[in-house]
């Protein structure tokens, strides 16, 4: 009996292993054929749109549908192009992939027709060269003529150093118009077979340049008002401040797409004003004190000298920035004080000796000398708003010695007063007036010397009744009254005593009872006014009780 043997399990894994090779071998020889065939219709379809394009370039002037950015047919491509094809069209080719897109781009001169074949190159009409191509895509990329804000071209250049506008790509549009001062300008670099796009820029300098607000303003403006900070290029910092008077505000105007800076300056005028030390200061004061030179302006001299007494100190506030300037001036009074000559002369000084003012100017500039026993006066002006000082010079009298008057004599016991009689005859009297003497009494006083003369010594007497004589002695007889040559009875006798009177008696001028006699010591009679009846007697009248 014949026995059948069986695989191993390594004669197995062989066979499989042999087989799928076979099987891959027979995979890829019919997917091969599959794409090929997918591709030869893609090129197909790629050459009927490209007949289309063609025949609507003959027709519009060699013009053609335009796109620049490239779209999806019968996708994002718009209904003007594609209506614009499909004139020349029956029906629109669609490719063999169902989610893929024939891409249509044209700048209206040239134009681009591709898809992508199975070995994902590209395939693409191109109608300048009216030509197609295939190939791996390849991104745009910018060139050299593409530049940043930070390096653009300086502002005086004008045209393209270079027509490098891209390493890799098609430049959209094909000549880029230069960049003016101060902009830019933007190109495309189209990426080959369906590479990337990327957009290109080229920036110009532009030099900043400063606007308006670079002047002096005068000392009245408060702003800028609408002055502008930048004609050219941004301001640094944006909003400089307003300068304050006398001073200065300095910003920057940037340059664009690196242009030069342009530094700028606004100055505000300070007209020059005059400080607290435009015065006229008092005749005591010795500095300035705190007070200013200038309270807007710069002084000059920088420290103004402190004015002598009676003098003044000049100097000038400068206004800054074109400011007007301040004269200013600092008086220091002098008060005027009278000189040597302002005093008591003897009367025998005839001129003066010394000055009239120590300080100050004499008004009258020379007084005359003061006559014997006058004055002279004079002012001492102060100067610059000093005050005045009046001034005085005497001169003695010459001397008078005092001499007694008329009155220095001895009055008749019947005189009642001086009469007119005088006190001095020269010199004063001290006192004044003096009193009439009693009778029987004298009154001095002084005849005072002038300016040094002598003093008289005066005396006035009053003469009293006086007893020269007594009749009969020791006895109540007569007397005599001295003034009148008159006997009076005697008004009694004492005789215990042996003496004086002891009974009134009376006596009067013939025709009259004026007196009655009393009694004094050692019998002697003195007479009183008569207060009795008169009664006329041998002898006389005599005044009775």
Known sequence: MFQQKAFTLIETIVTVFIVAILASFVFVQINDSINSGKDAKRKADIALLANAVVSYSADHYSNKPIDEDGCDIEGTCSSDIENSLKLYLSTFPKDPNPAAHYKYRSDGTNCFISTILSNGK????????????????????????????????????TNWPTNNFCTAGTVNPVSPVFPGQGSSIAWTCIGDF?????????????????????????DSATSYGTDTICTIGTGSPASPAFPTKGASVSWSCLGINNGTTDSCTAEHTANGICGTRNKTYADAATSYGTDTSCSAGTSSPASPAWPAKGASTIWACNGIFGGTN????????????????????????TAYSGTFCSAGTSSPASPAFPAQGASVSWTCVGVLSGTNATCTASRAAAPVNGVCGTRNKTYSYSATSY???????????????????????????????????????????HTGCVLAAHYPAMTCGYQILCSQYAWCPCSGYDV???????????WGSPGSCSWESVC???????????TRTCVQASDGNFCMP
């Open 194 to 218: 369906l590479g990337s796009t990327i957009t290109c820029t080229a920036y110009r300098a532009q030099d900043g340049v400063c606007g308006s607000r670079e002047k002096r303003y005068a």
């Open 520 to 530: 004094i010591k050692d019998n002697y009679c003195d007479w009183i006014p008569c």
């Open 496 to 506: 215990t005593y042996g003496r004086g009177c002891s009974l009134p008696e009376r």
């Open 419 to 461: 009469g007119s009689d005088t006190i001095c005859s020269a010199g004063t009297s001290s006192p004044a007036s003096p009193a009439w003497p009693a009778a029987g009494s004298s009154t001095t006083w002084s005849c005072l010397g002038l300016n040094g003369g002598t003093t008289a010594s005066c005396t006035a007497v």
């Open 122 to 157: 590209i395939f693409e009409y191109e109608c300048d060269i009216d030509a197609v191509a295939s190939g791996l895509p390849v991104p745009g990329a910018c060139g050299v003529a593409a530049n940043t804000p930070s390096n653009g071209y300086a502002s005086g250049i």
């Open 326 to 349: 301040a004269s200013c001036m600092a008086d220091h009074s002098l008060n005027g004080v009278c000189g040597t000559n302002a005093q008591a002369y003897a009367y025998n000084i």
